[in-house]
């Protein structure tokens, strides 16, 4: 049974125009990482979301794509992916294949999305078996048209930088950037995004699973530090960093120091934006106000203090570099735990 639909998940393949891969943990291996790599590659296949989970394709190779139009797409393999898009907000018409080592997704109470073949077992095994018939001619047409997507997305990346960085305040698309050119592996409540920080190495960056998750990027970080000695990254909101327990992050940090890069923006901006787009009609939509959800000015990470770290704040853009600098020093050369409580605008 699993060598017929073997064939015809190859079948399909062959037969599809515009195929794409979107995967979402399945770089939790090296050996997945690097098939999925190689399998891409060579059919010129573009990846989307590229980092997930964790991170599943190099931003830096040729297939990975920040976007593309699922309208357009007759064949999705979805790779270790429960929810690989919202039906709600993608008209999706296509033949998908999955690709997953769990694929009824036992833990999601209600799953909607259906499969046409389903493979179930080893990522590197399954990919490395599938060996579909692609003319040359098709697959350079591929490379092309996925090359000219993403040197459009990356222009109009470079040109958003450029603009953000001379902005009084700090975005935090702006600060994801930042946090990319540090080279060291990210653990984040889904407030770095990749598509900035352009995250290029196995395992350099771990967001959210798929439930249970608000807080867990600071122990998981300090985790990670004890596991490997590599200095890591912990970067949160304001709102999960208080989840995270910071009195409980500051005593296993205080012997295994991390940075932890606050993004602060005064609000459980999740809990607003789920108003914003479930109740388009209420008053705090109409006022931007949102009783409950909006947070004081207080510089919470002052409680690393009690732990001998040191809490810097940033509030320019201007001053990023200068402050993560200056942590980086102190995380390297005093072994201390290091907060960097960055004030940015309510927005992703």
Partial sequence: ???????????????????????????????????????????????????????????????????????????????????????????????????????????????????????????????????????????????????EIKELQNRSKNEEIQRLSKENTINPRYLSWKIGKLDMPVFTDYQVNPKYSLPNKFSSYFSIPDAGYLGWAMGAAVGYKIATGIDTIAAVGDGSFIFGVPTAFGYAAKDFPVLCIIFDNSQWLASAESVKDVFKNSHAWKINKFPGADLKDYNYGDVIKIFGGENIIIERPDEIDGGIKKGINILKKEKKPVVLQCKVDKTR
């Fill in 1 to 147: 049974m699993f060598y017929n639909d073997l064939k015809k998940a190859e079948k399909m393949i062959e037969d599809s125009k515009n195929p794409v891969i979107i995967p979402w943990r399945s770089g939790r291996r090296l050996e997945w990482f690097y098939s999925i790599i190689n399998f891409a590659n060579e059919y010129a296949i573009p990846v989307i979301n590229y980092a997930g989970e964790v991170l599943n394709y190099p931003s830096n190779m040729p297939m990975a794509v920040d976007e593309y139009n699922l309208e357009d797409v007759d064949l999705i393999l979805n790779i270790e992916n429960g929810i690989p898009y919202f039906p709600r907000y993608n008209d999706v018409n296509c033949k998908i294949i999955t690709i997953d080592t769990e694929p009824l997704y036992n833990n999601i109470p209600y799953l909607g999305i259906d499969s046409d073949i389903i493979l179930r077992g080893d990522i590197s095994l399954i990919l490395n078996s599938l060996k579909p018939k692609i003319e040359k001619g098709i697959i350079e047409e591929r490379k092309n048209k996925v090359r």
